[in-house]
């Protein structure tokens, strides 16, 4: 690591940048060099999303809609009625309907484990997103310091000029007066 992201690193994060991570060290190299950190999370994780994954994504984004809620809830009542009542003697799932449930809980035995699937994924996006938030944040903020720095030192030099043109006008005063002083009176 240079000296100048040293000296950041001690002057603003009042840090040993020994101590740091790649993280921290990155965002003071980005700040160094004025580029930017932020990236597009989504684009990263869905160019390392395999065909499995996003099959995965799918039937979670589906199996967690009201559509499917929805539509399932209607073949259960047409599957019931068809059984009970339309076809009576000549059902081919009588009542208790044991291949409805045979059928649901194949569904949800296949269902459940893709679905977290998914939640994993999801959970890793969002480990993903919360580090790059960090970044974002650590830069926003080092950045932040840096301004208030600047506007300090400018705060700074403003009063060490006034202060001089103070003192000038000062000795000016001094010596109008000691002219003024030394004329003699006339009245």
Known sequence: ????????????????????????SRVLQS???????????????????????????????IGGSWSFILGFLAFLVLWTVGNVWLLTRDAFDP???????LVLSMLAAIQAPVIMMSQNRQTERDRIDAAHDYEVNL?????????HEKLDELR???????RDE?????????????????????E
């Open 1 to 24: 690591m240079n000296k100048i992201v040293e000296d950041m690193a001690n002057r603003l994060l009042k840090r040993k940048p020994g101590g740091f991570g790649p993280i921290e």
């Open 95 to 101: 009542y208790p309907f044991i291949f409805l449930n």
């Open 156 to 162: 700074h030099s403003e009063l060490i000029g006034m």
């Open 31 to 61: 700040t160094l060099e004025r580029t930017t950190i932020t990236r597009d999370t989504n684009k990263a994780v869905a160019f390392h999303a395999t065909y499995g994954d996003r099959i995965a994504d799918t039937i979670a984004r």
């Open 139 to 147: 830069k926003a903020e080092i950045e932040i310091m840096a301004l």
């Open 166 to 186: 103070i003192l000038r006008m000062a000795e000016q005063i001094r010596r109008i007066d000691e002219r003024l002083s030394a004329r003699p009176a006339t």
